[in-house]
Nanobody, 130 residues
């Protein structure tokens, strides 16, 4: 069974940090770009970051540039999202997703088009609150 599983979410104070992980089972991630998305209560899901299969290409939403860092360890079959200086408005469920279409390059517009992603995780809750 092909699965993506997110972990690392939780409660953090404003200005704090969390590192999310996205692990795959049933397939290897090294043939896929991985995107991180989030959905806040009452809002549409939005793209946060993307990394190509080799890690050589990355993309970030403007709202997280300079604070979030995406990385991957293809030996561990895991992708990470380091989130620093978190804000209350970033409270959301965070999802990872795998894309073969974007595997070579996800640095351009369209990297956060959900139709280009083949597999999705169930999400992990991130709550930023004092």
């Amino acid at each position: 069974q092909l699965q993506l599983v997110e972990s690392g979410g939780g409660l953090v104070q404003p200005g704090g940090s969390l590192r999310l992980s996205c692990a795959a089972s049933g397939f290897t991630l090294n043939s896929y770009a991985i995107g991180w998305f989030r959905q806040a209560p009452g809002k549409e899901r939005e793209g946060v970051s993307c990394i190509s299969s080799s890690g050589g290409s990355t993309n970030y939403a403007d709202s997280v540039k300079g604070r979030f860092t995406i990385s991957r360890d293809n030996v561990k079959n895991t992708v990470y999202l380091q989130m620093n200086s978190l804000k209350p408005e970033e409270t959301a469920i965070y999802y990872c997703a795998a894309s073969r279409f974007l595997r070579s390059f996800c640095g351009l517009g369209g990297a956060f088009s959900e139709g280009r992603y083949d597999y999705w995780g169930q999400g992990t809750q991130v709550t930023v609150s004092s």
